[in-house]
């Protein structure tokens, strides 16, 4: 089965998320203890092809801040909300992090791939929420 088809497959789970959602809490409180930079959120609900509730965007300044903030995200959802990563991408390449919670999908980015790859304008119907 290829990826297209595992993402249009999966089911969201039952429970609609929201900004003051435990989960999506623990994950900018994970993001921040790392000092992470840019930190923006989109939120994809009411966008019909989306593949989830919200993306959460942040940036890394090197390859080891990178993993650290990734690292930090996933031992917190697991420690405050039992929560574990549906998958996670990119720990090897070291650029850009994926972290997929199903309703929230986590992006870690080094600057050059945010700005190459610009999320927050390919999904720029997306209302942004900035928190720095």
């Not at 993993?67 to 650029?95: L, M, S, T």
Request: proline residues 4%; glycine residues 0%; charged residues 30%.
């Amino acid at each position: 089965m290829n990826n297209l088809t595992v993402l249009q497959s999966r089911k969201k789970s039952v429970t609609r998320l929201n900004r003051n959602s435990k989960l999506f809490k623990t994950i900018l409180n994970a993001i921040k203890d790392k000092k992470a930079e840019n930190i923006i959120s989109l939120d994809l609900r009411k966008i019909p092809e989306a593949v989830a509730d919200f993306f959460v965007i942040c940036e890394a300044s090197n390859a080891p801040q990178l993993k650290a903030i990734a690292d930090n995200v996933e031992a917190e959802a697991k420690k405050h909300c039992n929560e574990f990563a549906f998958k996670h991408e990119g720990r090897k390449a070291q650029q850009w992090i994926l972290i997929d919670y199903i309703n929230i999908v986590v992006h870690v980015m080094l600057p050059e791939p945010r700005r190459f790859y610009q999320l927050e304008e390919m999904w720029s119907d997306a209302p942004m929420m900035q928190h720095d």
